[in-house]
């Protein structure tokens, strides 16, 4: 009787030490899908606050860009339309010119010169 009280003390150890490497490795995985969720949820919220500062940013240089290129088509449009009322000449060429050639234009078409030699110093500058 004496072996089998023994070998029930055995088994209780065991279950006891099961029972604790069970909970010691239940413990171990949730603290690894704690790690693992924290990470991929990290990872959301910066994306998500990455995307969404990129959007702004994206937004503000469009808009500055926009801007830009509005003003720099309404003024080779008003060149275009200085040059066409002045000489009566069509100004279809002006759009081939830089942004820098426009503003000689613009410098240029209020002085008294002929279209001609407008033309040739605005396409001469480089």
């Known amino acids: 009787m004496k072996f089998i009280k023994d070998k029930k003390k055995i088994k209780e150890v065991d279950a006891r030490y099961q029972v604790q490497y069970d909970f010691q490795e239940w413990h171990d995985v949730d603290v690894e899908y704690a790690k693992k969720a924290g990470l991929e949820e990290g990872l959301l919220v910066g994306k998500k606050i990455g995307l ?19 003003l720099s088509e309404g003024k080779l449009e008003m060149a275009k339309r200085q040059y066409e009322m002045k000489y ?33 110093k605005v396409l001469s500058f480089l």
Do not use: R
Request: charge should be negative; glycine fraction near 14%.
């Open 52 to 70: 969404e500062q990129g959007l702004e940013q994206g937004l503000e240089q469009g808009l500055e860009q926009g801007l830009l290129k509005g």
């Open 88 to 120: 009566h000449q069509d100004g279809e060429w002006l759009k081939e010119c830089s942004p820098e050639q426009i503003d000689i234009f613009i410098q240029f078409i209020l002085t008294d010169i002929g279209y001609k030699e407008l033309k040739e």
